[in-house]
């Protein structure tokens, strides 16, 4: 530890005499003692290294999941030359709540595990002196604190990274709810033109008038817009406002995702006190009377994943290469859209989808889990206080993200008990006004009057799962587009329920409540009927996919929610992956041979089903003989029945791509389990 805190003393003061008056940032991400509050005795406590989750370890060692109390501590070595300056510390996201010390001082506290937050530390820091950050952190659900109620499980930790920010003492504030500072507003959008306005917080330490230079620089990095305003007596509660203008645009759009990079000065403009660039893109966004959601007017057929914030052996200490790998996968199955589930993502995420073209939907966490007791709304104002902080910070830390176009007020809330309705509204009302440029969206499985706040609804669906059949959902349909005041609304459609790669079974029944029984052939036939009526009824702006990847919940059987697209592992593609990869995917074709891991079979007669998205039917050939096939939907195929033997091989063709599977009709445990092998396919 000694040699550490001798390098990091080196490093940083090696820099402290560099830009003297510019804004330096530092990463704190290393070196962090870490210790549970039940631990007495330094023989538990340990270094690590941001981002870091107590439940990671929980689970590697002894499969408990822990919502307890920790401490993170760390030195820093504050520079004798920093005098005279403005020093932050800002945590991007610690779950759930924190209270921050510096040599001993309370800082600040902040509720709520998924934004992040930052305090001027600098009248509690010694220079020329090592100094003592601590951070104690509960993951402990709470009742002031939203979700009081969530599917998702609460990891506890710093989860994601940390920073100290060194400015001047007057600087574009990194307090105006932990943003940058800097608001980007279009006000007119067109292909001619974008009017708009750059709203610049400021927080001046000296009392003077405030010189602030704009440029706008465009995606090939010319200067296309600058102007210089003086600001007599800056307000840190009220924004310094400067119009702009921008001719001929290269709009923002998901074909086109141009980004423009928009620089604000603070003082001399050689010598600037302080500097603060961000990245935004212009396009005005839209829904049409034809319930399409509209780009710069052009309509978007929305393919949207819902996507949850962890995964097997990382819990939610998610890495910038974790967030590739996903998006990777999302745009190999073809989405263009992405929900951020009940709360945000790293802002890694959002750069990433707005140089993407990724449409996204970030939640507020107001929302319940399907647990009957939980209580997901507290009538009180300490409950109150925390959703309005939160959709504050929400919206103002994404605020320049062009490819968010929609905040979710709240998830599939229950109208039972206290009313819950005038805060949904106050929340709708509060995001509306902070960002007029966005749409406001909800997630619904309940009838009433909260279906009828926010500009979009989306319902989530499950007929057919625990009562019914799949195909009963064209009733739904049938009965929403008669309802004249239902129909009115802007309805989009949420769906998905649970299937396991390692469970494959002859038959499946329908789903009971609460099964550990989730055979993966079950949640197959649900996507295929969903996805072929809900697209043919016309009636939704957006069908979202409920969920991309399982996702870690402790309230549900083996710990996981299992309604995903892909493992928890991010790894094993489940069928219905291939079946909206082969439906979306525009870019490369798909071939699949559905039910590969139902290796097993008892019925020596079998149909097989395939996904393709070519433009010829596939040419099954299986027990060595050529099968007729033909087209039940868009992109899936059903062969006619045919005969086997003990065991045989079945291949699908279309020119040179192909897929295989071999099957084998008796009883074995050990087959089952065992993935097919497979030749050249068409898939990447």
């Known amino acids: 530890m000694k040699r550490y805190i001798i390098a990091l003393t080196l490093f940083v003061s090696a820099l402290a005499g560099v830009g003297a008056n510019a804004r ?3 990463s704190l991400n290393d070196g962090w003692l870490f210790f549970f509050k039940q631990e007495f005795d330094s023989d538990g406590a340990r270094y690590v290294t941001l981002p870091h989750t107590w439940n990671l370890d929980a689970t590697a060692s002894s499969g408990v999941y822990l919502q307890t109390t920790a401490d993170y501590s760390r030195d820093i070595y504050i520079p004798d030359e ?8 800002k945590f991007d996201g610690v779950q759930s709540v924190a209270d921050i010390f510096v040599n001993g001082r309370h800082v600040g506290e902040h509720r709520g595990g998924w934004t992040a937050f930052t305090f001027e530390i600098t009248d509690k820091v010694s220079f020329g002196a090592n100094n003592t950050l601590l951070a104690v952190v509960s993951n402990a659900y709470r009742n002031d604190v939203l979700p009081a109620s969530s599917d998702l499980n609460l990891y506890g930790g710093i989860y994601r990274g940390v920073e100290l920010i060194v400015t001047g003492r007057d600087a574009i504030s990194p307090l105006h709810y932990s943003s940058d500072g800097v608001f980007v507003t279009p006000t007119n959008v067109s292909a001619e033109r974008v009017d708009g306005t750059v709203s610049v917080w400021l927080s001046a330490k000296s009392g003077t008038a405030q010189t602030v230079d704009l440029e706008i620089l465009s995606p090939e990095g010319e200067t296309v817009y600058s102007k210089s305003v003086r600001a007599a007596r800056p307000d840190p509660a009220v924004p310094v406002d400067i119009p702009f203008t921008v001719e001929r645009p290269a709009l923002w759009s998901p074909s086109s995702p141009s980004l423009y990079s928009v620089r604000v000065r603070l003082g001399d403009i050689l010598a600037p006190s302080d500097e603060v660039t961000v990245v935004t893109g212009f396009r005005k966004i839209s829904i049409g009377d034809d319930n399409r959601l509209r780009i710069n007017g052009e309509a978007i057929d929305v393919h949207g994943v819902n996507m949850a914030h962890d995964r097997a052996g990382i819990a939610s200490a ?11 996968m999302v745009e190999d199955l073809g989405a263009n859209a992405l929900r951020s589930l ?93 960002d007029p440029t966005r749409l406001t969206v909800a997630c619904s499985d309940a009838d009433g009057e909260l279906n009828f706040v926010t500009d979009l609804i989306v319902f989530r669906q499950n007929i057919g799962w625990y009562r019914g059949v799949p195909d009963d959902v064209s009733v739904w349909c049938q009965q929403l587009s008669s309802n004249e005041r239902w129909k009115s609304l802007h309805s989009g459609v949420c769906y998905g329920e649970g299937g396991s790669i390692d469970q494959q079974d002859d038959t499946y029944p329908r789903a009971e409540p609460n099964t550990r029984w989730l055979p993966e052939r079950r949640q197959t036939v649900f996507h295929e009927r969903y996805v072929d009526i809900l697209t043919r009824s016309g009636l939704f702006w957006g069908i979202w996919i409920d969920n991309m990847f399982d996702y870690g919940s402790s309230r549900r059987a083996y710990g996981r929610n299992k309604s995903g697209l892909v493992t928890f592992d ?37 149909q097989f089903k395939i996904y393709s998205s070519y433009d010829m039917a596939p040419t099954l050939i299986a027990g060595g003989d050529t099968v007729p096939v033909r087209m039940v939907a868009p992109c899936q195929y059903l062969s006619d029945s045919v005969a086997f033997g003990s065991r045989g091989d079945v291949a699908a063709y279309v020119g040179p791509h192909g897929d295989s599977i071999r099957i084998t009709i008796g009883n074995s445990l050990k087959s089952r389990r065992t993935p097919a092998p497979r030749i050249t396919t068409g898939r990447r």
């Open 82 to 89: 920093w005098r005279g300056r403005r020093i932050f510390v």
């Open 24 to 26: 330096e940032v530092y």
């Open 342 to 434: 009940t709360a945000p993502h790293d802002d890694y995420l959002y750069s990433r989808c707005d140089r993407s073209g990724m449409l996204v939907w970030i939640d507020l966490p107001l929302t319940r889990t399907q647990v009957l007791s939980d209580v997901s709304y507290f009538s009180t104002e300490a409950f109150r206080d925390n959703g309005r902080s939160q959709a504050m910070e929400i919206v103002c830390q994404n605020y320049n993200h062009p490819s968010v176009v929609m905040w979710g007020i709240f998830s599939q809330l229950w109208q039972k008990g206290d009313d819950p309705l005038p805060f949904v509204r106050e929340l709708n009302a509060l995001v509306k006004s902070t």
């Open 570 to 606: 991010h790894r094993d593609r489940k069928d219905a992956f291939w079946l909206y990869r082969s439906l979306w995917n525009r870019r490369s074709n798909t071939l699949h041979i559905a039910e590969r891991r139902w290796a097993v079979r008892q019925d020596s007669i079998q």
């Open 318 to 328: 998610m890495r910038e290469r974790h967030y590739d790998e996903d998006l990777d």
